[in-house]
């Protein structure tokens, strides 16, 4: 553990509305996957924390669910989970979409940030996708928004402008003792990560509606030098989509099974074995146990 005088520390909450690569700009950050991606809205859904650090700073992202109306309990809690992130942060990073324009999730985060006088950034990511007038023309938007201490573009594909980001808030980072041991790289537990990886590719695998009708829990979680077993639930709200993610002769879990597998044994480095049982639970959103049970 360093001592405080020679070391420091920055809370960085990331949030936006959903879809702006929130997720994909703190893995680019880590360098390495520390929470889900996909081209779905709402992939994220509980905050997840990854600690970076470098030299003698310690950076403290937490990534947060795209901001959205919510519908249920669980839109509730997702979205209660962003204002406390955001209250708890030295620095939110405000992630929009080059390109996009300011819509209702914008102004509500503004409202957060307002309500705490917090200070923050506007981070314009997906920079690769447009050419650079259009990135003008998105701090134009967005900047008039809130008293924004730096306007950062950023391409969370390429990487390009993530040097700049570390740097800047690096030079926000307070003298403080390390909060995390330096090899700490993020809170979420193997099993829970097992989950998300599944659930990650329930997202590329099947339609719109399923994916964000579902919740995972891992039921046992052991592991040994060599292999990993796994055994989760997914949990869904209706008997018909039971069929669809069993697909036809269980071909479909076969394929999400096999292809979340692949990715967890390049993660832990070992031999993975998931098994995976889909159960009907109505309205498992608005059940405040199983949304405990789910972090939220
Ligand atoms: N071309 C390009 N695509 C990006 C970039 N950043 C993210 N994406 C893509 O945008 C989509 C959404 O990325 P996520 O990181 O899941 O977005 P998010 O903001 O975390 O979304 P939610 O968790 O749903 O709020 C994915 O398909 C990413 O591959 C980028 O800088 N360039
Ligand atoms: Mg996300």
């Known amino acids: ?105 914008e102004k509500s985060i503004v409202r957060m940030l307002r309500a705490n006088k917090m200070r923050a950034f506007l981070v314009i990511n997906k920079t690769d996708t447009v050419k650079p007038p259009q990135v003008l023309e998105t701090i134009a938007q967005f900047s008039p928004l809130y008293n924004f201490e730096e306007v950062i573009p950023v391409s969370s594909l390429t990487g390009d402008g993530i040097d700049v980001l570390l740097s800047e808030l690096e030079k926000r980072a307070e003298p403080s003792f390390f909060y995390y041991d330096s090899t700490f790289v993020s809170d979420m537990p193997d099993a829970k990560y ?52 069993i697909g036809k002769g269980g071909a479909m879990l076969k394929k999400i099974s096999m292809q979340a597998r692949l990715e967890l044994e390049e993660h832990f480095g070992k031999k993975v074995f998931v098994e995976c049982f889909v159960k009907v639970k109505n309205d498992w959103q608005n059940n405040s146990s199983m949304l405990t049970q789910l972090g939220l």
Not at 2 to 12: A, D, I, M, Q, Y
Not at 47 to 56: A, F, H, I, M, S
Request: hydrophobic share 40%; aromatic share 4%.
């Open 1 to 105: 553990m360093k001592k405080e005088n020679e070391s420091k520390t920055v809370f960085v909450t990331i949030c936006g509305r959903p879809n702006a690569g929130k997720s994909t700009l703190l893995n680019k950050i880590m360098g390495r996957k520390v929470s889900i991606v996909s081209p779905k809205a709402q992939t994220t859904r509980v905050r997840v924390t990854g600690v970076l650090t470098k030299n003698d700073c310690q950076y403290v992202f937490l990534d947060t669910p795209g901001l959205h109306k919510a519908k249920s309990g669980l839109g509730q809690a997702m979205m209660q989970s962003v204002s406390e992130g955001i209250e708890n942060a030295d620095i939110t990073l405000f992630v929009v979409e080059a390109g996009d324009r300011v819509l209702a999730a």
């Open 194 to 245: 097992v989950c998300e990886v599944i659930r990650e590719k329930m997202l590329y695998n099947l339609g719109l509606e399923i994916p964000h009708t579902v919740a995972l829990l891992a039921d046992s979680f052991e592991q040994n030098e060599t292999l990993v077993k796994c055994s989760v639930t997914i949990y869904c709200t209706r008997e018909s989509h039971k069929g669809i993610i």
